[in-house]
């Protein structure tokens, strides 16, 4: 490993200011991202797998198949987070890791990787916060329709409970999905995500689908023998019109809903939002939602779970955009006349606008309309192009971003929202899904070729936030 340069050439905030005590600071991952070994000890298949064999469906036409290898690496890249003085880690497990086809017969070797992963966590002391789904359906539950499938849902609380079983001695904080709206809408509705569908109607039903699968399995968390910390992660963006034209501010309402309410409505009020649904009804009805659905989504959770990482404005146009030559259509089903102006604020290497503000506002939102559990921020990070220079990765951009965003969840607990915890996004460069790996968010980089991993000097100032629990 690389000394770090002592200090950034970045410029952060200075006011110093603290957390609550006991604020949890973490580091967030998902399997498909950074395991690799898709194929060893009996995994099984899975719809990320087969979406990267499709041609063309990711940039560098890569795939998971080695990734970060953390499958062989996990003991040094749990050592990276000890040395980073970090308490907390988010993973997420492989679902056809444990069940090859997604049910009946558990994968001894599979799940035993968990196993010792949780174990190495607690040996250094750092609390393990697992994610049981972070996109990688088997691909054998697919080939029976996937999460349009009501079926899947109860598939997959029965994975939730026997990973419980096996874990739940040791690990107390569960979170169901994670972003299940890119699951629903980016996998079913513009295809940029696997099964990689362009089928609106499916993307609206597998959004139901996806919720019930997280309220049975939060019901089964629950239930199990052990006590649990169960709660779901959604992704959320502020989103404001681009203009006070009337179209811009009905886009904004539109634009929301779909992204945001269409989550936070059902888990928090049990109902999904009847201006929403009005909306899709030329798209869909929503018959396949039954009796009880939404009192199991709506299951009380002790968390929830935020990832933030840009805001949108939102702009209504007078006829609906073409689908560009080679484009995707919208994920936003029915939005295909509002397109996302540019405010010229600064970007990522994603084309994501940086927008530190949008994450208090949107923590102020959340409490303020919905009766909401304590609150982690699962995921917030950048990606940025990094480079290697006499060893030393020094990235002062992602450490602006991060130092900006922490200070933005102090604005939002000044104003009485409870957030409990931040886990950066990521620790590890990893496997971006359709962009391979073109894209770093890592505060480590990882160099494919060789594996190496190289703390950039965002993993230093990160650590040092935490160390002191805010700024002295
Ligand atoms: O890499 C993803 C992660 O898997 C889910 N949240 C957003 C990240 C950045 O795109």
Redesign the pocket.
Known sequence: MTALPETSSATVGSTSRSFPEGFVWGAAT?AF?IEGATSEDGRGPSIWDTLCARPGAILDGSDGTVACDHYHRWESDLDLLADLGLTAYRFSISWPRVLPTGRGEVNAPGLAFYDRLVDGLHERGIEPFVTLY??DLPQALEDLGGWRNRDTAFRFAEYAALTQHRLGDRVTHWTTL??PW?SAFLGHASGEHAPGMTDPVAAVRASHHLLLGHGLAAQALHGGRRPAQVGVTI?LYDVVPASDARADVDATRRLDGMQNRWYLDPLFTGAYPADVVADLAPVTDMAFVEDGDLEIISTKLDHLGI?Y?SSFAARGLATPAPVPEGGRPTPWVGLEDVELADRGLPQTH?GWDVDPDGLRKTLVRVARDYDVPPIFIT?NGAAYVDEVVDGVVDDPERVAYVDAHLRAILDASDEGVDVRGYFV??LLD?F??AWGYTRR?GVVRVDYDTQLRTPKSSSRAYAAIARDNGWL
């Open positions: 998902a991202q972070h996109w994670n972003e890119c992704n990832n990482y994603m995921e996004w990521s990893n971006e899904w968010f």
